[in-house]
């Protein structure tokens, strides 16, 4: 009796376990250094409003800063030199903020500095 409720309950368990996978709503933007860095699936810039963000990013004369390691995500940007400025609600409600550094305009979680998207 007791191997056949277990038996019951890892079928159960194999089941459910693809129909929990289906409801992970984040997607994850990169790895690095072991980390993985995730967000959410409406949180960054989306690929079809990148375009209008970068000519954005033009119109405003947005300031590069330059720094000398490299732009990744995971990467955190410096304390102090760098200023971070927040999202227009046009591209999307998002808790980032943005700056282009190094050429590149990049999504930065503002209390960690840690980038979390570079529009490409």
């Not at 997607?27 to 993985?36: E, L, W």
């Not at 690929?47 to 033009?58: G, S």
């Not at 400025?85 to 999504?107: A, H, I, M």
């Not at 930065?108 to 980038?115: A, F, K, W």
């Amino acid at each position: 009796m007791r191997n056949r409720t277990l038996a019951i309950a890892a079928i159960a368990a194999a089941i459910a376990a693809p129909i929990a996978a289906q409801a992970q709503t984040t997607i994850t933007t990169g790895v690095v250094g072991g980390s993985t860095v995730v967000i959410g699936e409406h949180e960054g810039i989306v690929a079809d409003q990148r375009p209008a963000f970068r000519e954005y990013i033009v119109r405003e004369r947005v300031p590069n800063y330059t720094i000398s390691e490299r732009v990744i995500v995971g990467g955190v940007l410096p304390e102090t030199g760098v200023t971070y400025y927040d999202v227009p609600q046009s591209f999307g409600v998002t808790p980032y903020r943005y700056t282009v550094v190094n050429g590149q305009t990049v999504l930065v979680e503002p209390r960690s500095r840690r980038i979390v998207q570079v529009v490409d």
